[in-house]
């Protein structure tokens, strides 16, 4: 006879003979219809298998306790929501028990104690609630952020010991210590000594708060956010739980308590080390791991915020779209995130999410593939721009006016401006312009659209018109609306600076930098290059001296300005011998070949730099 260790989960539905005694055919209709939309959905979403079926209960087994219990959170908040809309006789509400045990394999059907103890667990929960065996709230009290209230042993029917039983509670914070097990006489000395320790308890509760699960801490936070699970079983939604972590850190990025944001994609909370070696790889306070499942025409966001330096759990995220809103789904994910952070402060208005974030001009459908060609960047293909531009194209054929869709092509041009070939780059920049100024004024769009619109626009107006002011007040009002997110503070750090308004990119990049960990090397170039229009060379070489690959004809006139001229020649000649495609002409246009590279009288200044150290006008004949 074979044997496993288990997670059993046993539900049953409230009240049911007395609703089918007043509507047997409604009540049978309803039961039917949620155990189909909600109950095997979860449990199957959860890894969980189905292996009986009564008129109005369901015993489930998992492999995974941890898996059990969010299974079951997910189901009674779903039946919540579902009841919100329905009137009060037509509610359908359940009672879920779960135990960790040995149960006994008989072909599809589990027996055994394991089971029996889960099915006695479930007879004791509240009406819309979870009671689960001491063995599980053990197992999963440092794992997930659901508290634990004890219920004393319990003598339950046909089963010889007492099983200690805790109800499961949705609060994070301030959770009980679990209390071991023992045998009936300790279980009974316990009792006595608790009689005893009484008026002392009451006394120390009165002088000391409970202790909580993460101690509460000053901001802010850096948030590592790991790519997403895809759940619904249908790889064809990958793109979903590919393109949202990019989404999220950008929304993060316009709350102060929320800093440096970064998705992260290596790896997942559940290998070696969990949150707190993905924490340590990025130097982050919190970390963000979690799955997106089907549920209903739309997606669940089920995951968990760790805090960074422990691995705690610091609350579990758990947010839905029935009607495929990814827009809104990305909102409710930061916003619970946000929130979780706050409170870590010890202060819940320490911060605040604009509600805007989650409204979008597109459809849930044109959304969609926005996100489709998100997630088409984000590979490693060699001809991942074109993949995307070939969804867009196709979504445009569909919604010829999106802006959203209009906003990523345009996205797609502007980065083969910089990335493309010499000769195409002029082209790919008019391009840009022609989609960014057919859009409406930037105010009149959604949040989102708004920022994507003036964040773009503040990096292709230079290149294709000239026009470095315009550009800059994007750039000001866009960094507004994000000023946390480092990647975004990059890009708009080099439109400052070609601007001339170089103590402005100093500022973007700083704030962009997690005090954690050293910056990085596209860090330190824009911070060099900041410093250099700023009129800091000597601040700007020493920048320089800390990474390879940097900008070789900044450097130059780093060194022109700083009275080094003999250094100035000798990287000059290393850039004749190696590069020998850089001249004063290319960087006077750079890199549309067309627009100069940035403002008066700066761009003078930089050029005569140049030619002061040698750097030929021109390239030699080939």
């Known amino acids: 006879m074979e044997r496993r260790l288990s997670a059993i989960l046993a539900a049953d539905i409230v009240g049911y003979s007395a609703q089918m005694e007043r509507d047997e055919e409604g009540t049978f209709a ?8 909600i109950f095997e959905p979860e449990i ?11 008129g109005d209960g369901i015993l489930a087994e998992f492999a995974s306790v941890v898996q059990a219990v969010e299974c079951a959170m997910s189901i009674q908040m779903a039946l919540e929501e579902r009841n919100a809309a329905v009137p009060e006789d037509q509610a359908i509400r359940a009672r879920i028990g779960i135990n960790l045990g040995e149960v006994i394999i008989d072909g599809d059907d589990r027996y055994g104690e394991g089971v029996n103890i889960a099915a006695r667990l479930e007879g004791l929960a509240d009406a819309g609630g979870i009671c689960v065996s001491e063995k599980v709230a053990r197992e999963v009290e440092k794992k997930l952020a659901f508290g634990f209230e004890a219920m004393g042993a ?3 029917k046909n089963i010889a010991e007492p099983v200690e039983a805790f109800r499961v509670s949705r609060q994070p914070t301030q959770r009980r210590k679990l209390v071991p097990r023992g045998s009936r006489r300790m279980v009974l000395a316990g009792a006595i000594a608790a009689v005893v320790l009484a ?9 000391k708060p409970p202790p909580q699960a993460i101690a509460a801490r000053e901001g802010p936070f850096s948030v590592a956010i790991v790519r997403f699970a895809n759940l619904t079983g249908n790889p064809d939604r990958d793109f979903v739980a590919a393109a949202m972590p990019d ?3 950008i929304i993060l990025g316009s709350v102060p308590l929320l800093r440096f944001s970064e998705p992260y994609t290596d790896r997942n909370t559940a290998e070696p080390g969990g949150a707190r070696a993905i924490a340590a790889d990025l130097r982050a306070d919190l970390v963000l791991d979690g799955s997106i499942s089907a549920v209903s025409q739309g997606f669940r966001f089920s995951g968990q915020l760790y805090d960074g330096p422990t691995g705690a759990v610091v609350t579990t995220v758990i947010a839905e779209v029935p009607d495929g809103d990814i827009a809104r789904l990305q909102y409710l994910v930061a916003k619970a995130v946000v929130d979780a952070a706050a409170k870590l402060t010890g202060n819940g208005a320490a911060a605040t999410l604009d509600p805007e974030w989650a409204s979008s001009s597109a459809q849930p459908n044109e959304y969609n593939i926005f996100l489709r060609s998100r997630a088409a960047l984000y590979t490693s293909v060699f001809s991942a721009q074109d993949d995307a531009m070939k969804v867009l194209d196709a979504g445009l054929a569909r919604y010829p006016q999106s802006v959203i869709l209009r906003l990523a092509k345009a996205d797609i041009h502007g980065n083969r401006v910089l990335l493309g070939p010499e000769e195409t780059r002029w082209d790919e ?3 840009a312009w022609s989609l960014l100024s057919a859009l409406p004024e930037a105010s009149t769009l959604p949040l989102q659209e708004r920022w994507y619109l003036l964040y773009l626009r503040a990096q292709v107006t230079p290149r294709a018109t000239g026009d470095f002011e315009a550009a800059m007040r994007d750039a000001e009002e866009a960094n507004r609306l994000t000023p946390y997110v480092p990647g975004i503070n990059l890009q708009l750090s080099d439109v400052a600076a070609n601007a001339g308004h170089g103590a402005r990119a100093i500022e973007w990049v700083r704030v962009g930098m997690n005090p954690n960990r050293l910056p990085s090397d596209w860090q330190r170039d824009a911070l060099a290059w900041g410093l250099l229009i700023d009129g800091r060379p000597e601040e700007a070489l020493a920048e320089y001296a800390q990474f390879g690959g940097h900008c070789l004809p900044c450097e130059v006139a780093a060194l022109v300005r700083t009275g080094q001229l003999d250094k100035a020649r000798n990287v000059v000649a290393a850039i004749r011998r190696d590069k020998p495609y850089i001249t004063v002409e290319r960087e006077r246009t750079w890199p549309t070949g067309r627009q100069p590279l940035m403002a008066e009288p700066y761009l003078t200044a930089y050029l005569d730099d140049l030619r002061k150290a040698g750097l030929p006008e021109t390239a030699p004949p080939p």
């Open 199 to 207: 008026a002392v308890a009451v006394l120390w509760t009165l002088q």
């Open 30 to 37: 309803r039961v039917t219809a949620r155990r189909r939309e």
């Open 154 to 156: 319990q003598h339950l």
């Open 44 to 54: 199957a979403r959860h890894q969980g298998r189905i292996f009986k079926l009564m």
């Open 429 to 431: 920049a008019q391009a």
């Open 247 to 249: 989404n999220i850190a």
